[in-house]
């Protein structure tokens, strides 16, 4: 891996309503490596999406900094693109898929329908350029957001469970175009999962978090080799292991102290 790209420095975020204040998140410390993929899991509710709206630029810290290439985010940066779990929502539906993804992109940036061409190509698009999203599967409304997320080409790609709303099948499938495009693009992914097979099997490392004022508990490295496919992967025993050693770490997370609790179903 390369250089910290991206780093988190004493990160919380405090929200008050009236009188009354609830800690989200509280003194997080890690950074992700240029070139790398990191997976961050833990307890419903401990701040997940909190954490990545902070980094996105999104939402205002009350204490600490994210830094992308040694500066401060204090605004949505150029070099940073989100894919949201709720595609409906993100994208236009009076819009076609190439308007969709060219959406981004300013005005005076040239060739943008030979972008949009390019990247729709990426995620096996590239025949729908004019179809609207209603037109389209769920699957493929999200390779649209992916699309348009790979347009400007972002030095870093923050993903918020991309897959959620998906079949089991099509997941699958998604994760292995954004393990593709991730390579083919050079791209630094954040990704925030419920999912502890998808964070193992996609990611070079795992954080987990902790439940609410939450902090860093564990952080895995995952040294499964690339490139990676459904069936070989998840059948290795090694894969095995890292996905027991996160679900009991997210277990652990539950607890105000980190301490092991009483199992619970984990998604």
Not at 31 to 38: K, T
Request: glycine content about 6%; proline content about 6%.
């Amino acid at each position: 891996m390369g250089a910290a790209l991206l780093e988190v420095n004493g990160l919380s975020k405090v929200y008050r309503n009236g009188r009354n204040e609830t800690t989200a998140i509280d003194r997080l410390d890690f950074a992700v490596a240029e070139r790398e993929f990191c997976a961050v899991v833990g307890p419903s509710g401990c701040g997940k999406t909190t954490l990545l709206k902070c980094i996105a630029g999104l939402l205002r810290p009350t204490a600490g900094a994210t830094v992308l290439g040694g500066r401060v985010i204090d605004a949505p940066p150029d070099d940073i693109a989100v894919i949201f779990q709720d595609y409906n929502r993100s994208l236009m539906p009076w819009l076609t898929v190439e308007r969709n993804v060219t959406l981004p992109l300013r005005r005076d940036v040239p060739d943008r329908k030979q972008i949009a061409a390019s990247s729709l190509a990426a995620v096996g698009l590239a025949g729908f350029t004019n179809h609207y999203p209603w037109q389209l599967s769920g699957g493929m409304q999200q390779r649209v957001a992916i699309a348009r997320a790979l347009a400007f080409r972002p030095k870093v790609l923050l993903m918020d469970e991309p897959f959620a709303s998906v079949d089991a099948q099509t997941r699958g499938e998604l994760e292995d175009l954004v393990l593709a495009v991730r390579a083919e693009f050079d791209i630094t992914v954040l990704l925030v999962t419920h999912d502890i097979d998808e964070a193992v099997y996609m990611s070079d490392r795992v954080v987990v978090l902790t439940s609410p004022p939450t902090r860093v508990l564990e952080d895995f490295e995952i040294a499964l080799a690339r490139p990676r496919n459904q069936h070989d992967t998840k059948a290795q025993p090694a894969f095995a292991e890292l996905r027991t050693q996160v679900y009991e770490a997210i277990v652990r997370g539950r607890s105000p102290h980190g301490e092991q609790s009483a199992p619970a179903e984990v998604s």
